[in-house]
C-alpha cells in the first residue's frame, strides 16, 4: 500500500496560537457586552420604585385637585392669617365650619368673586396710597360683583417670643377709617358725604399732624365712636332678627346717618350698610368680626347673617394682597408653593433616579451587539440548531458516516465502491493493522440503526471523527482533537 498523502480538499487548521488569540478577544468582547446595562432599570430594582413612584404621583395630584395653598404665615396684624385678638384667622375657620367655603387670595383677588361668591376685603390699610384698594373695587363694581368692606379700628405691636400674639393694642384715629370709607366713594366716582363737623358729637378728637388740613374735620364726622348703643334695629328688606341677636360691642365704630343705606343701624349711627346702588356691603366696626370680638355675645350670629345671609354666599374670596402678602404670578414661585411643591419633589426625585443610572454609562460606547456573530462557528450552530428543530438528527449523522466513509477510502486508496458495509469491513481491515480503538464497522451499524437516540447523535459523530483521525494522524493526534 502506498504511503498516505495528504488531504488536498481537507482544510487546513489554523495555528493553535492563532487561534487562542482570536478566543481571547472574543471573549473580552462577549464579557464586555454582556456586563454592559442593557437596560436603565433592571426589574428588581423597578419592582420597588415602581410602587413608589407611582404612589407619590397618586398623592400629588390628590392635593392638585383637593388641596389649597397653605403657606405658615405669622402674623399679628389684621389679617385673616392673624389669629392674634385683632386678627379674623377665627372668622375665616367660623365661616369653614359653618360650611361656606373660603378662598384666602394672594392674587388677582377681584377676578376671583362672583355672582354667590364676594370679595372680603378686611380692614385694608388706612395709610399711605388707596390705588390699589380702589382698583380692586373699580374692577368689581364694573363686573357687579359683591363686595364686603371691613374699615380699620386696631393697630397691634406683636410680641418678640411670640410673634403670632400681640403685646398691646393701640386704637386708631378715627379719621384714618374715614379716609378708607371716602376712597370707596372715591373708586366708584361718588362724591364723598359732606357732613358738617357739627355733625361729629365726639367733636375732633383725632391728635397729631394731619395731612389732609381741608377736609380733615368733614372725614372726622363719617364716622362716629358712642360710648355705648342700646337701640339696635334693622332697616334692610331681608329682615335681619337684630332683636334677637343684637350685636355686643364696646363703643362701637359707626357710620354717621345718611353715609350709608342701612342694614344694622341705631340712633348713634350704622354698623352695617350698602354704598347706595351697588354691591359693596360696609361694616363699620372690625370687633364684630376679629377674634376677641367673635366670641362676645350674638356676634358670631350677625356675622354669619351679614356675610352669608346677605348675599347667599356659597364661598368667599379674602384678599390679602392690600395687607402685603401678594405673591406674583410666577411659574417658578408657584412650583416652590404647596401642592405644587409636591409636583416638583416628584420630578426632582425622578431626575435624580435618571441620573445615578445614567452616570455609570457615560464613556466611550460599547460595540452593539449582532443579532449573529460572524465566522464558521456561528454558521455550524444554525445549522445544527436548525436540524434540531427539524427532528432530522439520524439522516444527518448517516450522511455524515458516507461522507467520512467516501474520504477514508479515498484517501486510503482502496479499490472498493460498495455499500456503506463493505466500506466499512475494507476500513475495518486495515484499521485493525494500524491500532485504532473504535471498530468502524460497530461504529457503521449504530449510525445507521433506525430510531437511533437523539442524545446519541453527537457523541457517535464525535466517535467517527475520531476514529478517522487515529486512523490516518495517528492516536496522539486524535487524542489532542479530543
Not at 62 to 71: A, H, S
Not at 309 to 321: C, G, K, M, P, T
Not at 332 to 343: E, G
Not at 439 to 468: N, Q, V
Request: glycine share 6%.
Amino acid at each position: 500500500m502506498s504511503r498516505l498523502q495528504p488531504d488536498a480538499d481537507y482544510p487546513s487548521e489554523r495555528r493553535p496560537e492563532t487561534a487562542a488569540a482570536e478566543g481571547r478577544d472574543h471573549a473580552q468582547v462577549q464579557s464586555r457586552m454582556s456586563s454592559a446595562p442593557t437596560a436603565l432599570f433592571d426589574r428588581r430594582l423597578l419592582r420597588g420604585l415602581v410602587p413608589i413612584l407611582g404612589g407619590g404621583l397618586l398623592v400629588t395630584l390628590f392635593f392638585l385637585v383637593f388641596g389649597t395653598e397653605t403657606d405658615t404665615i405669622t402674623s399679628a396684624g389684621t389679617d385673616s392669617f392673624s389669629r392674634s385678638a385683632i386678627g379674623h384667622h377665627a372668622l375665616i375657620t367660623f365661616l369653614e365650619e359653618t360650611g361656606t367655603r373660603v378662598l384666602v387670595s394672594r392674587q388677582a383677588s377681584a377676578s376671583k368673586a362672583l355672582d354667590d361668591v364676594p370679595l372680603l376685603i378686611l380692614e385694608p390699610p388706612q395709610a399711605g396710597s388707596f390705588e390699589r384698594f380702589q382698583l380692586v373695587l373699580q374692577t368689581t363694581h364694573r363686573q357687579d360683583r359683591p363686595v364686603v368692606v371691613v374699615l380699620p379700628k386696631w393697630q397691634g405691636e406683636a410680641q418678640e417670643r411670640r410673634p403670632e400674639w400681640i403685646a398691646e393694642t393701640t386704637l386708631l384715629p378715627k379719621r384714618g377709617a374715614a379716609r378708607v370709607l371716602a376712597a370707596v366713594f372715591e373708586a366708584l366716582d361718588r362724591a364723598v358725604p359732606s357732613l358738617s363737623p357739627a355733625a361729629n358729637p365726639e367733636g375732633n378728637e383725632d391728635s397729631g399732624a394731619d395731612d389732609e388740613p381741608d377736609r380733615g374735620p368733614m372725614l372726622s364726622a363719617l364716622l362716629h365712636r358712642p360710648a355705648e348703643v342700646t337701640d339696635w334695629r334693622s332697616l334692610n328688606n331681608r329682615s335681619l332678627p337684630v332683636d334677637a341677636i343684637a350685636p355686643s360691642l364696646p363703643r362701637p365704630q359707626l357710620a354717621a346717618e345718611g353715609v350709608l343705606e342701612a342694614i344694622v343701624t341705631s340712633a348713634q349711627g350704622t354698623l352695617a350698610g350698602w354704598i347706595p346702588d351697588t354691591r359693596i356691603l360696609v361694616i363699620t366696626d372690625p370687633d364684630l368680626l376679629n377674634t376677641a370680638g367673635l366670641a362676645r355675645g350674638d356676634n358670631a350670629l350677625l356675622a354669619h347673617a351679614l356675610l352669608v345671609d346677605s348675599f347667599d354666599a356659597r364661598a368667599f374670596v379674602v384678599d390679602e394682597v392690600l395687607h402685603g402678602f401678594g405673591v406674583s404670578a410666577s411659574f417658578a414661585r408657584a412650583l416652590l408653593r404647596f401642592p405644587f411643591v409636591c409636583l416638583s419633589l416628584h420630578a426632582l426625585l425622578i431626575a435624580v433616579l435618571l441620573l445615578w443610572r445614567a452616570i455609570g454609562r457615560f464613556g466611550n460606547p460599547l460595540p452593539s451587539r449582532s443579532r449573529l456573530a460572524r465566522g464558521k462557528a456561528t454558521l455550524i450552530d444554525n445549522t445544527a440548531s436548525l436540524i434540531a428543530m427539524g427532528e432530522r438528527g439520524s439522516v444527518s449523522l448517516r450522511r455524515y458516516l458516507e461522507a467520512m466513509l467516501r474520504r477514508a477510502v479515498r484517501q486510503a486508496q482502496l479499490q472498493t465502491t460498495g455499500s456503506i458495509q463493505e466500506q466499512a469491513e475494507a476500513l475495518s481491515r486495515l484499521a485493525s493493522a494500524r491500532g485504532t480503538r473504535d471498530d468502524i464497522c460497530k461504529l457503521a451499524d449504530r449510525a445507521t440503526a433506525s430510531g437511533a437516540d437523539r442524545r446519541a447523535i453527537l457523541p457517535l459523530a464525535r466517535d467517527i471523527h475520531t476514529w478517522f483521525e487515529e486512523m490516518f494522524h495517528g492516536a496522539h493526534r486524535a487524542s489532542r482533537r479530543r
